[in-house]
């Protein structure tokens, strides 16, 4: 299969992709590790007229954290990158875990962070951390800069609040926790999730406090549960506790029904994977 034709443009920096996105108009795309759009394309469900490539813009493939504790990922660093990152990066040690959950290795080697946050999949590894995390989603446009959480960023699946002529530069990880970690069920290895649980919280007195629950596949976008998170608070790190928080957090879902699964199949398996997500956080004790 192969996409329908288009114009292609190397841009040299941000600012000089932000002008020819404005200059191509709203059937420009962005492309950077292409791991989606590619295929999209050549399915021709994706028809752009022309492609504006950020492989060759400087200054986003960082991963630093700023003395907020806070954890700043620019937008062109790959998925491999964060799954072999040498450093333990505290409070989002779930991130190398998170990573390895991508697609494939040669997807992993290409793909960028920014470009799974931009392309928005309810599904996302990255989109579930990001609203786990309470992401910052930085944007570079004409206008100026712009930051946005997620419940701004992320509007349905597939959309974000992107302007056609904005390129997302930098996500920040702002809610570092003690403990985390992440599951997810698909049919086969390196396939989509059909739901998928992350899980953070701090430990502080021998309870659970900040308490972060926030799940996957069961709605337009990734979501959190307040349900789950009010059952965690103030309790101990124990497998009872994270038994109630798992049934809270499901018995708190509307969702889809769709070919992969029913609407109760989704709950259930958002029950089991939020309490074999917490149980993981215990693993190191």
């Known amino acids: 299969?192969?996409?329908?034709?288009?114009?292609?443009?190397?841009?040299?920096?941000?600012?000089?992709?932000?002008?020819?996105?404005?200059?191509l108009g709203e059937d420009a795309k962005v492309i950077a590790g292409g791991q989606s759009?590619?295929?999209?394309?050549?399915?021709r469900l994706a028809r752009p007229s022309a492609l504006v490539d950020l492989t060759g813009v400087r200054g986003l493939g960082h991963m630093v954290v700023d003395p907020s504790g806070s954890?700043?990922?620019?937008?062109?660093?790959?998925?491999?990158?964060i799954e072999d990152y040498?450093?333990?990066i505290p409070g989002f040690e779930i991130l190398p875990r998170a990573a390895s959950l991508v697609g494939h290795w040669p997807i992993r080697t290409r793909g960028t962070f920014g470009g799974s946050i931009a392309h928005a999949d309810p599904t996302s590894e990255w989109c579930l951390v990001a609203v786990l995390h309470g992401a910052r989603m930085v944007m570079e446009g004409p206008g100026g800069t712009r930051t946005?959480?997620?419940?701004?960023?992320?509007?349905?699946?597939?959309?974000?609040?992107?302007?056609?002529?904005?390129?997302?530069?930098?996500?920040?990880?702002?809610?570092?926790r003690e403990r985390s970690a992440i599951?997810?069920?698909?049919?086969?290895?390196?396939?989509?999730?059909?739901?998928?649980?992350?899980?953070?919280?701090?430990?502080?007195?021998?309870?659970?406090?900040?308490?972060?629950?926030?799940?996957?596949?069961?709605?337009?976008v990734a979501v959190r549960s307040p349900a789950a998170e009010a059952e965690l608070e103030g309790c101990?790190?124990?497998?009872?506790?994270?038994?109630?928080?798992?049934?809270?957090?499901?018995g708190d879902l509307e969702p889809p029904s769709d070919l992969h699964g029913s609407a109760d199949y989704r709950r259930r398996l958002a029950r089991v994977l939020t309490e074999r997500a917490l149980a993981d956080t215990l693993a190191g004790d």
């Open 37 to 43: 759009l590619v295929a999209l394309m050549n399915m």
């Open 236 to 250: 101990e790190p124990v497998p009872e506790v994270f038994e109630r928080a798992a049934r809270a957090a499901a």
């Open 1 to 23: 299969m192969k996409p329908a034709a288009f114009t292609y443009h190397r841009a040299e920096s941000v600012a000089h992709a932000v002008s020819l996105l404005g200059e």
């Open 71 to 81: 954890l700043r990922i620019g937008a062109l660093v790959t998925h491999s990158a």
């Open 86 to 88: 040498p450093l333990v």
């Open 148 to 176: 946005v959480g997620p419940d701004g960023f992320f509007e349905g699946p597939f959309m974000t609040c992107l302007g056609h002529d904005e390129i997302l530069t930098e996500v920040v990880l702002t809610e570092p």
């Open 183 to 220: 599951r997810e069920f698909a049919r086969r290895a390196g396939d989509f999730a059909i739901v998928s649980a992350a899980v953070a919280y701090d430990v502080s007195d021998g309870v659970v406090s900040g308490a972060r629950v926030a799940l996957g596949g069961v709605a337009p």
